[in-house]
């Protein structure tokens, strides 16, 4: 699979070869590796639920293929000014993604040779759905009610415990449990309400992804339905990015309720749908390469840096760190996420408002380190989180339960478009909690062996995950 998948890579960029020439052959490069993790990963999904090929897909699509789309269509009149030449920026961006691809594979080498039974493990079934349905309402409550009035050092804790509704739903769905589906389609569409209600759908399209890359995988789809997910997900996209800019417009600084945001969202999306001229004509194209384009904003940061501001030499990446272990009730003027200090320090821009844009992990790798240093720290990262990735699909031999955890731990793994203090935060505040509840609750008791604790008392409940 791994031999086919490069020689595919390999063929698709000779054969566009012709594009990129006279340019650059980085961008080749940046083809291939594409198509490897594409078709790569159709065939991976069915042994586990593969993160690493999408967290790759998605650094390609962001960091290669939109900015050399940008390079080549007129740009919409928000989009950062790209300042580098494509044979400058590729020559930084493919071999930092080719870096990140390396050492989030190497870890899964062995690992791949065996793929995870699918055993749910030795559980009370009927006292896990029970908790699995109290996390779910415990979760919506937390997003409901505590969410809205939740600020400083308590919105991540809120963040956390709403985020265990979905533990609870992708927990059903993994067990199979009766009405699992009901439970997912209301989470969705939740969650949809919650995005439409402030304009911003990031969390949807996080959660939907994970959702996607689960079900997969749990439910063994065959390749040719994996295509057919993948192009109505490219569709949603589209429409999605397309209907924002208006809709944002619509509801701020109106008095329409959550749900009447909601059934307003519904209808733009739906109305652009029915007109899928609108979807693929030149402007929204334009429109939806310029909001996948991190490109624009890591070249902007090699310009700056070191040439108007110098090499950070590590110190966000400490701060990183940092961040990640001290709680915020104790440093309360910690790093703050949303690249409101990082970003106007290293690209010479400032955001706007509220704006939320960072600089992702190969811009935020260059400001600290350049070129060599940059590409390095990419490779260092793709091992971190691949062996991150690893402990869930050793653990996942003696419980497919595991999985539902993943998105829980790793929800910011996949965004190409964040700060290393967001991504680790995440990952080290939600790992905490997640080992807290498997111990405590006793429903989650079958998954202690992997914390080196025996269950006390087993019951072997039959039935395939």
Known sequence: AVWRSAVGGILTALVLAPIYWDETLWFGAGVALTVFVTWHGMI?????????????????????????????????????????????????????????AIGLFLPLRRLGKRAPPRIIGRIDRQRLV??????????????????????????????????????????AMLIEARGWRGRIIGLLIIEGIFGAAGGVFAELVLWSIYLTLLYLFAMRVKRTRIVVIALTAIVGVLTLNGIKASFREEI??????ALARG????????????????????????????RLDQGSIIGRVMYWTP???????????????????????????????????????????????????????????????????????????GILLGNLFGLFVRWSRHSVL????????????????????????QVVKSGVVMIAVIMLVPAWEALRPQFGIRRKRQTIVPGRA
């Open 44 to 100: 991976a999904t069915k042994r586990v639920p593969w993160m690493p090929g999408f967290v790759v897909g998605v650094a390609s699509v962001q960091w290669i293929l939109a900015p050399w789309a940008a390079y080549h269509l007129p740009p919409v009149p928000t989009a950062v000014a790209l300042v580098l030449s494509p044979a400058e920026y590729f020559s930084y961006a493919v071999p930092a993604t080719y870096a990140l």
């Open 252 to 257: 701020y600084g109106s008095n329409l309720s």
């Open 307 to 381: 040439s108007r501001e110098p090499f950070a030499g590590g110190e966000t990446v400490a701060t990183a760190v940092y961040a990640s272990l001290v709680p915020r009730i104790l440093v309360p003027n910690k790093y703050v996420a949303g690249g409101s200090v990082n970003y106007p320090r290293f690209t010479g821009l400032q955001l706007v408002g509220s704006t939320s844009i960072n600089l992702s992990f190969a811009g935020e790798l260059y400001a600290n380190f350049g070129r060599t240093g940059g590409i390095i720290s990419m490779f260092i990262v």
């Open 130 to 171: 029970r908790t699995l349905d109290a996390m779910l309402v415990v979760g919506l409550a937390a997003r409901l009610l505590l969410a809205p009035i939740a600020t400083g050092s308590f919105r991540l804790p809120v963040l956390l415990i709403s985020e265990f509704a979905w533990v609870g739903g992708l927990g």
């Open 402 to 425: 595991w999985w539902a955890w993943l998105p829980y731990v790793m929800l910011s793994a996949v965004s190409a478009e964040g700060g290393l203090g967001e991504t680790l935060n």
């Open 263 to 290: 059934a307003l969202a519904v209808d733009y999306f739906t109305g652009m749908l029915r007109e899928p001229t609108k979807i693929f004509a030149q402007d929204n194209l334009s429109y939806n390469i310029t």
